[in-house]
């Protein structure tokens, strides 16, 4: 039985670009009005009051721009996507940022009304699509556990048979009457996920939003959809863990720009977004890359290599000292600015994350422009193509997130220096081994 069908669904969001021309400053404008004050004070023959002195001319409104000029854009998140869905498949949606994922996600919620097309779906829907969603901050965790479930049609009795589950999964008994407003977004995650999860929907539509969460309880909740999907409930699964969607999933969909690439199986659209798409590098720069997140106060417009020599490179050697320049503008002068990376492998297998909080060398203020460097004293990487995904915060406010925002090349190298490179894993634990005699002592 068919509980999804989508037909040449299309979505297209307008894109306003402002150009300022010449503007009035409310100091020019004050000036101006001191110069006529100023005259009519010198002058005995004004007859003019003084109120009509202090007040703007016509043509200089106070701080605004006195003329603009806008274009237009008409951006097609998704285009002529057509699918069906079965009744207990699993559907792993993939592709990079900005290929219209979560578009598409939220079109199948009834979050957002498509521009052209249908789409119809049979069965209760849960969506787990950003932390937070669908929950009232004011209300407690308990008030939103109820909330939910009745925005998903239930009773108040069937939601009371499944609360003690919901509650033992997301682990926050503690803070249960606690409004939600007041939890972590790990709290929030752990609690919609329970939600979404233990109140039998037939269709769960879960967003990349797990990735909030710490391993163990990324993990849990895997564990938890392969339960939901031997009962035979239906998954809609959108990940840049490729192998989760290819271990979760039975179909794959790909993904790029806006349309459907690929649909079958999950390993042939895993094969295909990692060959075709993963390590594919934007033929835009860096700075002009509009698929990021975050505030957008500081932002990350070019990332350079150097090797050990300092000199810039495009590939590095594994075990080799290096350093990484990210060069950032920021819109002013901000405090309390951290950068982390993340590094993942041509399988999209995330393998490290080097954060300057870590570290303890945030910074406590930047200027407007400049680099922030990592410095690495050897490179634990085996040869091979690797993806780097820059994220900046201030203040703990995430700023800036480009997903593979470069992409790093390690050629050769000799990581210990002693002939052998290590294929055992992607990446290198520097250590060394020696040998200790058993000494045996006569009692």
Not at 13 to 23: G, N, T, V
Not at 231 to 256: D, P, W, Y
Not at 286 to 304: A, C, E, F, Q
């Amino acid at each position: 039985m068919t509980v999804i069908k989508v037909e040449n669904l299309s979505k297209k969001y307008i894109l306003r670009h402002q150009q300022r021309e010449a503007y009035t400053a409310l100091r020019d404008v004050m000036a101006h009005g001191a110069k006529r004050l100023g005259a009519k004070l010198l002058s005995p023959f004004t007859v003019r009051s003084s109120r009509s002195a202090l007040r703007p001319p016509p043509s200089a409104p106070c701080a605004m721009p006195s003329a603009h000029s806008s274009s237009r854009e008409d951006f097609w998140a998704l285009k002529d996507v057509s699918f069906e869905v079965k009744q207990g498949e699993r559907v792993g949606i993939i592709g990079r940022n900005g290929a219209g994922k979560s578009t598409l996600l939220k079109i199948l919620s009834r979050i957002t009304e498509p521009t052209t097309g249908s789409v119809k779906i049979r069965g209760r829907v849960a969506s787990l699509l950003e932390v937070g969603t669908g929950f009232h901050p004011e209300l407690t965790g308990r008030e939103n556990v109820y909330l939910n479930g009745a925005i998903l049609g239930m009773g108040k009795a069937e939601i009371k048979k499944k609360f003690d589950a919901i509650v033992d999964f997301a682990e926050i008994e503690k803070f249960l009457d606690t409004p939600v407003k007041r939890y972590s977004s790990g709290m929030y995650v752990r609690l919609a996920f329970a939600v979404a999860a233990h109140l039998d929907p037939e269709l769960l539509i879960i967003d990349e939003v797990l990735a909030v969460g710490d391993g163990a309880f990324q993990k849990k909740c895997l564990g938890k959809m392969s339960d939901v999907a031997r009962e035979g409930r239906t998954i809609l699964f959108v990940s840049h863990n490729m192998q989760a969607v290819e271990t979760l999933c039975s179909k794959g969909i790909v993904l790029n720009r806006g349309r459907i690439e690929v649909n079958t199986n999950s390993a042939e659209a895993v094969n295909y977004y990692l060959k075709n798409l993963f390590m594919m590098e934007s033929t835009e720069s860096l700075k002009d890359r509009t698929d990021r997140r975050g505030n957008g106060s500081i932002r990350v417009i070019s990332i350079v290599f150097y090797n050990e020599e300092g000199v810039r490179v495009n590939s590095l050697k594994s075990g080799e000292r290096c350093r990484i320049d990210f060069e950032y503008e920021a819109t002013r002068e901000l405090t309390n600015v951290s950068i982390a990376f993340t590094v993942r492998d041509a399988s999209a297998q995330y393998l490290f994350r080097p954060s300057s909080e870590d570290a303890g060398q945030d910074f406590e203020v930047v200027p407007k422009h400049g680099y922030l460097r990592c410095r690495i004293p050897r490179l634990p990487l085996v040869p091979g193509r690797y993806r780097i995904t820059p994220r900046l915060t201030s203040n703990s406010v995430e700023e800036d997130w480009v997903e593979g925002a470069a992409v790093l090349i390690v050629a050769g190298g000799d990581f210990f220096g002693s002939g052998k490179m290590s294929l055992h894993s992607p990446v290198i634990l520097d250590h060394s081994w020696s040998l200790q005699e058993y000494a045996y002592v006569d009692t």
